[in-house]
């Protein structure tokens, strides 16, 4: 018996590629559901609160900006904007190697999430059924439909179409027995790690940027998230990203030992003044780049009703996830719209 006179679409991953393919196709009138194993939206584009620093306090410890060259983004920008939930991001640049400090170029407009990056993704989250803390580990197809089963046992579906915006080893995981082809081509894919290091500072570090791209020792990218735009300025707060050799090499190192030791490697780099940081944390993100992404767009079989997305698919980066997304979305909803047409015609017959 089903419950939807249209078809009914359940995709797995609320990041930026998942839910921008979610709003297209709700926007449709087709049923959608999403799944996502976080306490929030927002993937690799969150914002971790730490309300013991403060209400509201933040660090953008996933993407740090974005950049948007597509006319497709760059109206979705626009939108936000007017929403209150993106703003350009015009920070001092600079890039720090042996040489010392050095100016980076501003000629890229960068944007981010107002008050922290996730609130694209939350915003997108407000339209569609999203179900967050469901960990899905097995994934069954039967004429019925797909099926999704969490880590708790838990049934959801039947759904006509599956759609999977997990990181590329995740989807090969999931969709390795019913979507074979899929699955190979996302298990391709080889995804860097990377290090994180959140650190908060009762008095403002002396330092002549507020973003830089690293050259030398262990970091690629140090920012002050709190002098981004839509953020409260105090405490001073910096987040360190950890290149990805060294991130692989001390991917199972303790955590609080990888923020003592990067945090000293900034110091060092920066050559400023070390201070005692009033707190200190380090995040691991096992799947944060693609070394190799496909440029293939998405990957989608029309027959088995099933599909995947994401930044690995279309070329890395936040604009590479939202066009993933959003192709996927226009190719599901036309062979959607002939399955709705023929739902139709049966219930008429
Ligand atoms: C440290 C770091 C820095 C970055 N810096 C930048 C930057 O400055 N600029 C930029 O453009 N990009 C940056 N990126 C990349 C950018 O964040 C990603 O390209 C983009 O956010 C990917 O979106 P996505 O939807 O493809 O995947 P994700 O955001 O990873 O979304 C996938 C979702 O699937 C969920 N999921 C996975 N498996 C399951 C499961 N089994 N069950 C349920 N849910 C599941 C996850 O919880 C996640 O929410 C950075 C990434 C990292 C990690």
């Known amino acids: 018996m089903r419950t939807h006179d249209v078809a009914s679409i359940a995709i797995i991953g ?7 393919c979610a709003t297209e196709l709700a926007r449709q009138s087709f049923s959608v559901m999403v799944f996502d194993k976080a306490r929030g939206p927002g993937g690799r584009m969150s914002t971790r609160r730490v309300p013991e620093l403060g209400a509201g306090i933040g660090f953008d410890h996933g993407a740090q900006y974005f950049t948007a060259r597509s006319s497709e983004l760059l109206t979705r920008v626009d939108q936000w904007f007017k929403a209150g939930v993106v703003r350009p991001w015009d920070g001092r640049l600079a890039a720090l190697g042996p040489e010392g400090v050095e100016p980076s170029g501003r000629e890229i407009e960068r944007f981010v999430g107002t008050p922290g990056m996730n609130a694209v993704c939350r915003h997108l989250a407000s339209e ?28 959801h579906g039947p759904h006509d179409f599956l759609i999977c915006s997990a990181p590329a080893p995740q989807t090969a995981k999931l969709l390795e027995r019913e979507a074979p082809e899929i699955a190979t081509r996302a298990a391709a894919v080889r995804m860097q790690p990377c290090w994180a290091v959140l650190a908060a500072f009762p008095d403002a570090l002396s330092v002549p940027f507020d973003g830089c791209f690293i050259n030398e020792g262990p970091l690629s990218w140090a920012a002050r998230s709190s002098a981004k735009p839509g953020r409260k300025a105090s405490p001073d707060r910096w987040v360190l990203h950890a290149g990805p050799i060294w991130s692989a090499q001390h991917l199972e190192d303790a955590s609080a030992q990888v923020a003592e030791r990067l945090l000293e490697a900034f110091f060092q780099v920066s050559k400023s003044e070390p201070h005692a940081p009033a707190w200190l944390t380090a995040h691991r993100w096992r799947y944060a780049l693609a070394e190799n992404a496909l440029d293939e767009g998405f990957a989608f079989d029309p027959r088995l009703r099933v599909g995947a997305c994401g930044d690995w698919a279309n070329g890395n980066r936040v604009e590479g996830a939202f066009l993933s997304g959003l192709e996927l979305a226009r190719e599901v909803a036309l062979v959607g719209s002939a399955f709705n047409e023929d739902l139709e015609r049966r219930k008429k017959a």
Do not use: K
């Not at 609320?14 to 921008?20: C, V």
């Open 14 to 20: 609320a990041g930026i590629s998942g839910l921008t």
């Open 128 to 155: 569609i059924d999203l179900r967050l803390g469901v960990q899905v580990e097995q994934i069954i197809r039967n004429a019925r439909g797909w099926t999704l089963v969490d880590s708790e046992g838990a049934h």
